[in-house]
């Protein structure tokens, strides 16, 4: 059995890749395992200790070819290149590098294999016959639609190849590099470079670091700070930071080492401190203490995987004094710190309702209004398919359709909770590949029923919560007027009330958590006298406090149109004089 | 080199817009995504 992984991103990725491959020999101790990188990163393999035979994508060879004779000619060595891989029979291609070319890429294999008469099964992104995008497994989908930056996901990207992969990871994939150590190092490493420039951390944070590092209060002594990188231009970003602190044992050590050189360094280090980078991808095999300074990414999907570490999010190049020294001082203690500030969002609660078969989100009362529109809007859209399906194509329910797809992405990119909802949606229908008008209806309606149940759960009808209450303020007066009360003549009430009562927690919001509050104080006192039988005291509390409570109700569930048309309340007397 | 590859770009973009065939159509998207990459990666 002979397997390809196909990395084609940084060294970053490559080392997130690493728990991902040991896995996978470990589960397949059988099975060959290749990977394609490119040239520019083939390094960042260097001491994986597992057997691992590595393709290089030719880029130079082919870029040199499109400059001097054509994309042509360009193009001939890529499939010279693509048809070797072919001609090593691979049973299973697991694509993790996400990207366009890669897709192209995965497909033209497939091909070669087809025409070989050989299967091939294929993980991450790759092409339909007819061209178009084609996520084979749910976790590229996943990949696809919720990673990436601005977006809900809290996933990390090492996780998710592992998933792609059909790999469980265990803590011996995350073992550190094997390679060799120098005989010198520092205590602390500081990395100032980043893959890409919004990545970058400035000069300002850093000296606030080294001034940490150098107080009375570090607790480490004046320990010994090597700064790292690579090129000219950080390496006088370093030059001036050292300028700055004279006497300290900080030192310019910017293009110094080879990467092997800096794992060894990282390894024996008691902290490291670096941007969204390689090393920090290094440090999560290595176990380093690793404080994340993290500006413009998603730290939760490719932050710091040792046990011990913390990320500061840097805004603006502001960053929180105290909390550094608190941090930095923790990292060198090797203390487990309690996790940063993490906020649920609707849009993470969604993500794991949908994906993960978690519980349904809270939905936020502004919120109700929009959702509702989804819901009509894809009700719509299922009629139209349905009647589709009876009568054949036709130029206008296409249409339709069309614009509801324009409506739904209008809703959602006004209102960036329930953009994850959107773009599973996107998603799973851009999962439909190419077929028959029929089978292509088919498959599209399924879509738009799954999305019907979500927002069946997730999204309660802003006219059934309204016809709830008045159901419950109606039943609460004819119980006032009934002669007597009982168990029984209450049970439809009990029933409304819990109803509600879950609904509640679903649409609160500012403007009506007091109602809220006061729906639980009285549900509850509801309840203490029906244990108790005390059914006299039960009118009273409906007639004097429920009632009014569910016109509050009804008042709280009209939008603003529907309470300005209501006659102003006028002072007690004043009626009918004017 | 980066004018060199764009204008290849565009070769292949107007290619694209007259090919019917499947296989030669994937080519084309493959060395043209090959291309787009190799500029972002010289940005």
Same mark, same amino acid.
């Given at each position: 059995m002979k397997t390809l992984f196909i990395q084609l991103a940084r060294l970053g990725d490559i080392y997130m890749t690493w728990p991902t491959l040991r896995a996978y020999h470990r589960t397949h101790p059988n099975t060959e395992i290749h990977i394609l990188v490119r040239e520019k990163f083939k390094e960042a393999l260097f001491g994986i200790g597992i057997p691992l035979k590595i393709h290089v994508l030719p880029s130079a060879e082919v870029v040199e070819a499109t400059e001097f004779s054509g994309f042509d000619s360009g193009l001939r060595q890529l499939k010279e290149f693509a048809q070797g891989l072919t001609q090593e029979s691979f049973q299973s291609l697991i694509n993790l590098s996400f990207s366009p070319f890669s897709s192209h890429l995965v497909k033209y294999l497939e091909l070669g294999s087809e025409k070989a008469h050989s299967s091939v099964s294929v993980k991450g992104y790759t092409r339909t016959d007819d061209g178009f995008l084609k996520l084979p497994d749910d976790w590229s989908a996943y990949f696809f639609s919720q990673v990436g930056i601005q977006r809900e996901n809290r996933l990390h990207v090492t996780d998710i190849f592992a998933e792609v992969s059909g790999v469980s990871l265990s803590p011996v994939d995350f073992s550190a590099p094997v390679v060799e150590n120098l005989a010198d190092g520092a205590d602390v490493i500081i990395h100032i470079g980043g893959s890409e420039q919004k990545k970058r951390i400035s000069l300002e944070v850093y000296k606030q670091v080294l001034q940490t590092l150098f107080s009375d209060r570090s607790e480490l002594k004046d320990p010994r700070v090597w700064i790292v990188g690579s090129g000219q231009e950080e390496f006088q970003f370093a030059e001036s930071l050292t300028a700055e602190f004279p006497r300290c044992t900080v030192t310019n050590k910017v293009n110094n080492f080879t990467l092997p050189q800096l794992i060894s360094l990282i390894d024996q280090a008691s902290l490291l401190i670096a941007p969204d980078s390689v090393t920090l991808h290094i440090s999560s095999l290595t176990q380093t203490p690793v404080l994340n300074l993290s500006s413009n990414v998603n730290f939760w999907e490719t932050g710091p995987k040792s046990p011990v570490s913390a990320v500061l999010e840097i805004k603006n190049s502001v960053i929180d004094l105290s909390e550094l020294s608190r941090v930095i001082n923790g990292l060198l203690k090797s203390e487990v710190l #309690? #996790?940063?500030?993490t906020f649920e969002t609707v849009g993470w609660s969604l993500i794991e309702f949908i994906y993960f078969g978690g519980t349904p989100p809270k939905v936020r009362a502004a919120l109700v209004e929009p959702l509702q529109q989804f819901r009509e809007t894809n009700e719509l859209m299922i009629k139209t398919l349905s009647s589709l399906e009876d009568k054949g194509r036709d130029e206008l329910q296409v249409q339709v359709l069309e614009r509801g797809d324009e409506i739904l992405k209008l809703i959602s990119d006004h209102f960036s909770d329930i953009q994850v909802l959107y773009r599973w949606y996107a998603c799973e229908k851009m999962r439909i590949g190419p077929g028959t008008f029929e089978s292509v209806c088919i498959e599209t309606l399924n879509v738009h029923e799954r999305l019907a149940k979500i927002l069946e759960t997730i999204s309660p009808r802003k006219t059934e919560i309204k016809a709830l209450v008045s159901r419950i303020k109606s039943g609460c007066q004819s119980l006032v007027h009934a002669k007597s009360l009982n168990e029984k003549s209450l049970q439809e009430i009990v029933e409304r009330l819990f109803e509600f009562s879950q609904i509640s927690i679903q649409i609160v919001s500012e403007e009506n958590q007091n109602l809220c509050f006061e729906l639980s104080r009285l549900l509850e006192e509801f309840l203490a006298l029906l244990t108790k039988k005390e059914f006299n005291e039960i009118k009273l509390l409906l007639e004097y406090d429920m009632i009014s409570h569910f016109q509050a109700w009804e008042e709280s569930l009209s939008g603003p149109t529907e309470r300005r048309q209501q006659p102003e309340s006028q002072p007690r007397g004043s009626a009918g004089l004017d | 080199m980066r004018f060199q590859i764009s204008e290849e770009i565009k070769v292949i973009e107007g290619l694209l817009l007259s090919t019917t065939n499947e296989e030669r159509r994937l080519e084309l998207n493959m060395m043209l995504e090959f291309l787009k990459e190799q500029i972002g990666v010289q940005k």
């Amino acid at each position: 059995m002979k397997t390809l992984f196909i990395q084609l991103a940084r060294l970053g990725d490559i080392y997130m890749t690493w728990p991902t491959l040991r896995a996978y020999h470990r589960t397949h101790p059988n099975t060959e395992i290749h990977i394609l990188v490119r040239e520019k990163f083939k390094e960042a393999l260097f001491g994986i200790g597992i057997p691992l035979k590595i393709h290089v994508l030719p880029s130079a060879e082919v870029v040199e070819a499109t400059e001097f004779s054509g994309f042509d000619s360009g193009l001939r060595q890529l499939k010279e290149f693509a048809q070797g891989l072919t001609q090593e029979s691979f049973q299973s291609l697991i694509n993790l590098s996400f990207s366009p070319f890669s897709s192209h890429l995965v497909k033209y294999l497939e091909l070669g294999s087809e025409k070989a008469h050989s299967s091939v099964s294929v993980k991450g992104y790759t092409r339909t016959d007819d061209g178009f995008l084609k996520l084979p497994d749910d976790w590229s989908a996943y990949f696809f639609s919720q990673v990436g930056i601005q977006r809900e996901n809290r996933l990390h990207v090492t996780d998710i190849f592992a998933e792609v992969s059909g790999v469980s990871l265990s803590p011996v994939d995350f073992s550190a590099p094997v390679v060799e150590n120098l005989a010198d190092g520092a205590d602390v490493i500081i990395h100032i470079g980043g893959s890409e420039q919004k990545k970058r951390i400035s000069l300002e944070v850093y000296k606030q670091v080294l001034q940490t590092l150098f107080s009375d209060r570090s607790e480490l002594k004046d320990p010994r700070v090597w700064i790292v990188g690579s090129g000219q231009e950080e390496f006088q970003f370093a030059e001036s930071l050292t300028a700055e602190f004279p006497r300290c044992t900080v030192t310019n050590k910017v293009n110094n080492f080879t990467l092997p050189q800096l794992i060894s360094l990282i390894d024996q280090a008691s902290l490291l401190i670096a941007p969204d980078s390689v090393t920090l991808h290094i440090s999560s095999l290595t176990q380093t203490p690793v404080l994340n300074l993290s500006s413009n990414v998603n730290f939760w999907e490719t932050g710091p995987k040792s046990p011990v570490s913390a990320v500061l999010e840097i805004k603006n190049s502001v960053i929180d004094l105290s909390e550094l020294s608190r941090v930095i001082n923790g990292l060198l203690k090797s203390e487990v710190l #309690s #996790s940063p500030k993490t906020f649920e969002t609707v849009g993470w609660s969604l993500i794991e309702f949908i994906y993960f078969g978690g519980t349904p989100p809270k939905v936020r009362a502004a919120l109700v209004e929009p959702l509702q529109q989804f819901r009509e809007t894809n009700e719509l859209m299922i009629k139209t398919l349905s009647s589709l399906e009876d009568k054949g194509r036709d130029e206008l329910q296409v249409q339709v359709l069309e614009r509801g797809d324009e409506i739904l992405k209008l809703i959602s990119d006004h209102f960036s909770d329930i953009q994850v909802l959107y773009r599973w949606y996107a998603c799973e229908k851009m999962r439909i590949g190419p077929g028959t008008f029929e089978s292509v209806c088919i498959e599209t309606l399924n879509v738009h029923e799954r999305l019907a149940k979500i927002l069946e759960t997730i999204s309660p009808r802003k006219t059934e919560i309204k016809a709830l209450v008045s159901r419950i303020k109606s039943g609460c007066q004819s119980l006032v007027h009934a002669k007597s009360l009982n168990e029984k003549s209450l049970q439809e009430i009990v029933e409304r009330l819990f109803e509600f009562s879950q609904i509640s927690i679903q649409i609160v919001s500012e403007e009506n958590q007091n109602l809220c509050f006061e729906l639980s104080r009285l549900l509850e006192e509801f309840l203490a006298l029906l244990t108790k039988k005390e059914f006299n005291e039960i009118k009273l509390l409906l007639e004097y406090d429920m009632i009014s409570h569910f016109q509050a109700w009804e008042e709280s569930l009209s939008g603003p149109t529907e309470r300005r048309q209501q006659p102003e309340s006028q002072p007690r007397g004043s009626a009918g004089l004017d | 080199m980066r004018f060199q590859i764009s204008e290849e770009i565009k070769v292949i973009e107007g290619l694209l817009l007259s090919t019917t065939n499947e296989e030669r159509r994937l080519e084309l998207n493959m060395m043209l995504e090959f291309l787009k990459e190799q500029i972002g990666v010289q940005k």
